[in-house]
């Protein structure tokens, strides 16, 4: 599986014809499918090409959002919980 | 414009120009789910779907109010509607509640209705986490919003074998919570 460093997940953006990927606790996920994830952005604040950990602990909804996407490989130095993080 | 309440909401820390954004797409998947609802509403039909049709029907037109809620926001904040009506239909912040591919398939049909409501839900709550305790006036809207997508959501879950809503139908007028925006 392709291992991606943060600056090379920086360029699936979702702009300019790029694919939209975005990371999940070490997973990058390609939402270029999703009507949510039009031209790389979601919700008006979040971009596509960067890691979203964190800003999924926000989010009104949990992780399960993420398992209709492809996974396309692994984000570089990203640490993958062993326990998973609240829904 | 109303120029000092959103001096107020900027100074509070909002980004106006993103909340904007954000009340303009549901504002248009608001008015795009009134119409898609419409098509799912005359094809409910028959034993099973004559059941659901005024739920439906109730669904749709409160989504309308919705719409006619937030427009005067968007304006107060110094904001505006697209001129294009196809550009309006496809900056919607949830995709098309479109007609299933056998129309006769009331749970399919359900199906559409309950994700559309789920998005709304999740797109009001946003809204309201984003501007709680800073913009009151766009709070306590989308709040109200919330409430009625809430209900609408529970209502279709209910005829998908979800469990209960824990509440009745309406009796008599629409919008309960955001009638107080439309007067």
Not at chain 2, 135 to 158: C, G, K, P, V
Not at chain 2, 174 to 179: A, Y
Request: negative net charge.
């Amino acid at each position: 599986m392709k291992e991606f460093t943060e600056k090379e997940l920086a360029q699936y953006n979702g702009k300019h014809g790029n694919p939209a990927y975005i990371a999940f606790e070490g997973k990058v996920y390609n939402v270029s499918a999703s009507f949510l994830w039009k031209a790389g952005t979601h919700e008006v604040l979040h971009n596509a090409g960067v890691d979203l950990t964190e800003a999924l602990e926000q989010a009104p909804h949990g992780r399960e959002v993420l398992e209709k996407f492809p996974v396309v490989g692994i984000l570089h130095g990203a640490g993958v919980p062993d326990v998973p993080s609240k829904p | 414009m109303a120029r000092v309440a959103r001096e107020m909401v900027e100074k509070a820390g909002i980004n106006v120009d993103q909340l904007l954004d954000l009340l303009v797409k549901n504002a248009a998947a608001e008015l795009t789910t009134f119409y898609y609802y419409t098509i799912l509403r005359c094809n409910l039909i028959g034993l099973d779907g004559e059941g659901v049709k005024e739920i439906a029907e109730t669904a749709r037109i409160e989504d309308r109010n919705h719409f006619e809620a937030l427009v005067p926001r968007i304006y107060e904040l110094g904001g505006r509607l697209p001129d294009d009506m196809k550009t309006f239909h496809d900056v919607s912040a949830c995709p098309p509640a479109r007609l299933p591919k056998d129309p006769t398939n009331v749970k399919a049909i359900l199906k559409v209705l309950v994700e559309a409501e789920r998005c709304a839900v999740r797109g009001y709550t946003h809204i309201c986490n984003l501007t709680a305790g800073k913009d009151h006036r766009t709070y306590d809207l989308s709040q109200a919003i919330l409430n009625e997508e809430i209900e609408h959501e529970s209502w279709f879950s209910e005829f998908l074998g979800e469990g209960p809503s824990g509440h009745f139908m309406r009796r008599g007028e629409t919008s309960p919570f955001v009638s107080k925006f439309l007067r």
